[in-house]
């Protein structure tokens, strides 16, 4: 176990690039085992949740190699092995596996996902679907159990938006007989990235990005080559960084168009934001106002970047509130960064900040992914020394953070725990 350690108040300037979606990558992963020849994944993360997904697909018979960015999955020796618990409890896109095995096998035990503390998260929406193809799902001590004799294409229409419940439905359905709608459909982007793989191994996926997503089933998958979107909330994340302790800097290997509603909030601060093609450049920002924001799904604002942004918000003049309409659970950051001398609250569904603040250097923890991400940007904004715990749920999405922010003159370092601390965290 680990710490981070942060002295605060340096300004940061040059170049940070931008790695693979998260959040595509923790799909297209599971997404390999409907192929029938190797499938190889280009700009892959190195991050601990890929991590754990190649040691789920070697338990399944999976031959994975992951070097310098190219994940290459050989699924030919994979078989229907049970997956009650052990990794699968690490990590809330193990659910993935349930759709995939089930196009692939049409059989799945797979143990209920953890992953990040962010209050309930059911998964009704993508049994739901199963179902609607055919599948019988059964809970059984803690495990789903998914059996089918035959997937056929249905009409399935999401009572609530989910990315999840999309891309499950979708990876179960392109082997299934006939065609599946799915209505409501969400439309964020690592939609379109999991649905190009799958096309590109043969799938025959049209309306993915819109409302309604189509799929005439087909008999064989093959292996590809794909190369995975640039991550749009690690991008936000630098990019909120560049506003708070920035002295220019230049965000590589984005996608702007994803960015649009983060962009707008920032140009709404007074941050400067200049637009590339590949590229977007955040000056130094002077006077923040003060803004109200609220998470929605793509394209509104990401409800991963709400936690980021909150700490930005310390430096605007006069009172913001941001509201999580998708995580209500999503403020465990508000307390640590009280600690650090923000003045702010949290009222049912928002959180009020007023500002500004001067953040001072203190001890805090990480609860989830993204408050780590809140955390550290606000070490780098403090006075003087943090240190933040709870690194395990950082290294979950941001891979070589210490390095990247290195090269842009930041005073940070990672160091062993010592028994004080360790005592700190197990006390609360």
């Known amino acids: ?223 590809c080559r794909h190369t995975i979107i640039p991550d749009r909330i690690e991008a936000g994340t630098f990019m909120i960084l560049a506003a708070a302790a920035g002295d220019g800097i230049v965000i590589d290997n984005v996608i702007p168009l994803h960015l649009e509603s983060l962009t707008a909030k920032l140009r709404e601060m007074n941050v400067p934001v200049e637009i590339g093609d590949d590229k977007i450049f955040v000056g130094k920002a002077e006077k923040l106002k003060a803004v109200d924001v609220k998470t929605l799904v793509y394209p509104g604002f990401p409800t991963d970047l709400q936690q980021p942004f909150t700490s930005l918000l310390t430096k605007a003049e006069g009172s913001s509130i941001v509201t999580d309409t998708i995580y209500s659970a999503r403020f465990k950051h508000i307390d640590e960064l009280r600690r650090m001398n923000a003045i702010m609250k949290v009222e049912g569904r928002s959180a009020v900040i007023n500002g500004p603040v001067r953040l001072q250097g203190a001890k805090v923890k990480a609860s989830d992914l993204r408050a780590g991400a809140a955390l550290v940007i606000a070490g780098l904004m403090a006075e003087g020394l943090t240190e933040v715990t709870g690194l395990e749920h950082i290294d979950r999405g941001y891979s070589m953070l210490v390095e990247k922010l290195r090269l842009l003159g930041a005073d940070l370092w990672r160091e062993g725990l010592s028994e004080e601390d360790i005592g700190q965290i197990k006390s609360g």
């Open 1 to 223: 176990m680990e710490k981070l350690k942060i002295v605060g108040g340096r300004p940061l300037r040059g170049t940070i690039k931008v790695d693979g979606a998260k959040n595509s990558a923790v799909a297209l992963v599971p997404a390999t085992i409907l192929a029938e020849s190797p499938v190889t994944i280009e700009g892959m993360p190195d991050i601990s949740d890929i991590h754990i997904l190649k040691g789920l697909l070697e338990e399944i018979g999976g031959r994975v190699t992951f070097r310098d960015g190219e994940m290459v999955v050989d699924p030919t020796s994979m078989v229907a092995m049970p997956l009650p618990n052990g990794k699968v409890k690490k990590l809330r896109a193990s659910y993935y596996l349930m759709g995939a095995m089930l196009g692939k096998f049409k059989k799945a035990v797979i143990g209920l996902p953890g992953g990040c503390h962010l209050g309930p998260r059911p998964i009704d929406q993508h049994i739901k679907g199963f179902e609607a193809l055919g599948a019988e799902v059964t809970n059984e001590q803690g495990a789903i159990y998914l059996r089918a004799n035959e997937l056929r294409g249905a009409r399935i229409y999401l009572d609530v938006v989910s990315v999840g419940a999309t891309i499950n439905i979708m990876l179960a359905a392109v082997k299934a007989k006939g065609q599946t709608v799915i209505e409501n459909a969400a439309k964020e982007p690592e939609i379109i990235d999991v649905a190009t793989l799958l096309n590109n191994m043969g799938a025959k996926i049209k309306g993915a990005g819109t409302d309604i997503i189509r799929i005439e089933g087909v008999d064989k998958l093959d292996g």
